[in-house]
């Protein structure tokens, strides 16, 4: 393995909840409106630090779209996925833009988000 460069971003950043490493800035936020399995998403016009999977179709809320996972290229976190096309004329604004799940990162303000879920165990333990 080789060495690793990370790209240090300036400004409010989000970063990868697990190693910290910066991921995208505010200031790139496309859309706060997106789902993924853990809750909220955002939509970034660019993204750094990652590394992309495989290619895929995935049949999402919103049509087909052709996507690849990102991971963090540090830890190897997944932390999204990125649009590479949308099948439907309407969509295609999220091409070449990539989405971060809220549960994976780490806020301009250093909180984690959590689900739900999350907090009722995490509640459950604090009783016990």
């Known amino acids: 393995m080789g060495r690793l460069f990370l790209v240090t971003l300036e400004?409010?950043?989000?970063?990868?909840?697990?190693?910290?490493?910066?991921?995208?800035?505010?200031?790139?936020?496309?859309s706060k409106s997106f789902h993924c399995?853990?809750?909220?998403?955002?939509?970034?016009?660019?993204?750094?630090?990652?590394?992309?999977?495989?290619?895929?179709?995935?049949?999402?809320?919103?049509?087909?779209h052709t996507v690849a996972d990102i991971f963090c290229v540090k830890c190897g976190s997944i932390v999204g996925w990125t649009y590479e096309t949308a099948h439907e004329k309407n969509q295609k604004y999220k091409e070449g833009k990539s989405v971060l799940e809220r549960f994976k990162l780490s806020?301009?303000?250093?909180?984690?988000?959590?689900n739900h879920e999350s907090q009722i165990i995490q509640s459950e333990q604090e009783e016990v």
Request: glycine share 10%; net charge positive.
């Open 107 to 114: 806020g301009p303000d250093g909180h984690y988000w959590v």
């Open 37 to 64: 399995r853990h809750g909220k998403a955002y939509l970034f016009s660019k993204v750094a630090n990652v590394t992309v999977g495989v290619k895929e179709d995935r049949m999402m809320m919103t049509g087909l």
């Open 11 to 30: 400004g409010k950043i989000y970063s990868c909840k697990h190693c910290k490493t910066h991921l995208a800035l505010c200031d790139d936020i496309v």
